[in-house]
């Protein structure tokens, strides 16, 4: 009775909790394995928000990239139409200067977080590269984890495509002529910067998408390690339970047994 009711009382606290291995004491080893796995799984979480924040970051750089971009293109319409020797050069280059001042202004406004992609110093302090924590890798079961970044490189539009120092006055057809051969090769020079971070951009997703699976599959191995199998337990619970009220009216019977046989010298 004892032991059908030592039983009974385990498989109630399995059914309670939900775990089958709630403790070190229930299973040392599979106890030991499941903390380490929890372990590396609230390290993934925390490098989800870091991969969160380089997406964030590097989106910013690429709708910057990809609007100057378009402004480098209205920029070039423009000295297509100056072309001609009987159109009014002073007011396309107003435009051209407006649109000069507004890429000037996309490439100092595209920063998140003190992070800027398209400057040439990223964090005001020299940096020409982004480090993004990306994984945690862990050499055997015991091993110390080792967590790894992805860089992202600045495309350094400030420098590259800085049209106020290095893009020539349109003041006639010739002066034109040579703009549009530099604003050419600005455009090929931004275009290369926004391909370059969409494909960073696509990586730091991918890289996500792969670290939540990774922990998706970590939690399932845990449940498959520790956990009660409810309809196991339920079962047994009823076992036990019939195996109980059996061992009562056993030990009833037995208890039962002395008097009867004290009566037979009545």
Same mark, same amino acid.
């Given at each position: ?17 939900? /775990? ?5 004491? #229930? ?7 499941? /903390?380490?796995?929890?372990? =590396? ?29 378009? /402004? ?17 050069? =002073? /007011?396309?280059?107003? #435009?051209? &200067? ?28 020299? *940096? ?13 079961? @015991? ?9 992202? #490189? &600045? ?20 002066? *034109?002529? @040579? ?15 926004? *391909? ?29 390690? &520790? ?22 009216? &056993? ?16």
């Amino acid at each position: 009775l004892q032991t059908v009711t030592n039983n009974l009382t385990e498989t109630q606290t399995q059914i309670s909790t939900g /775990k089958r291995v709630g403790s070190a004491s #229930d299973n040392a080893a599979v106890w030991a394995i499941s /903390k380490t796995m929890e372990s =590396d799984i609230s390290g993934f979480e925390a490098i989800s928000d870091s991969l969160a924040l380089g997406e964030a970051t590097v989106a910013v750089a690429s709708a910057g990239a990809e609007q100057v971009v378009e /402004k480098l293109t209205e920029i070039k319409e423009l000295l297509v139409s100056a072309q001609s020797e009987n159109v009014d050069h =002073d /007011k396309i280059q107003n #435009d051209i &200067t407006k649109k000069t001042e507004q890429v000037a202004s996309i490439i100092s406004a595209a920063q998140f977080n003190g992070a800027n992609l398209l400057a040439a110093d990223v964090d005001g302090n020299g *940096a020409t590269s982004v480090g993004v924590l990306a994984s945690l890798d862990r050499v055997g079961a @015991t091993g110390t984890p080792a967590a790894t970044e992805i860089s992202i #490189d &600045t495309v350094d539009f400030e420098t590259d495509v800085d049209l106020a120092s290095n893009l020539t006055t349109v003041s006639d057809a010739a002066s *034109a002529a @040579t703009a549009l051969g530099e604003i050419e090769a600005f455009l090929t020079t931004a275009i290369d910067g926004a *391909a370059a971070l969409g494909a960073d951009s696509s990586r730091l997703k991918d890289q996500g998408g792969f670290v939540n699976k990774l922990s998706n599959a970590m939690k399932q191995g845990i449940s498959a390690l &520790t956990d009660t199998n409810m309809e196991e337990a339920s079962a047994r619970l009823k076992a036990l339970q019939t195996q109980q009220q059996l061992a009562v009216q &056993t030990l009833s019977i037995a208890n039962n047994a002395p008097s009867a046989v004290m009566q037979l010298f009545r």
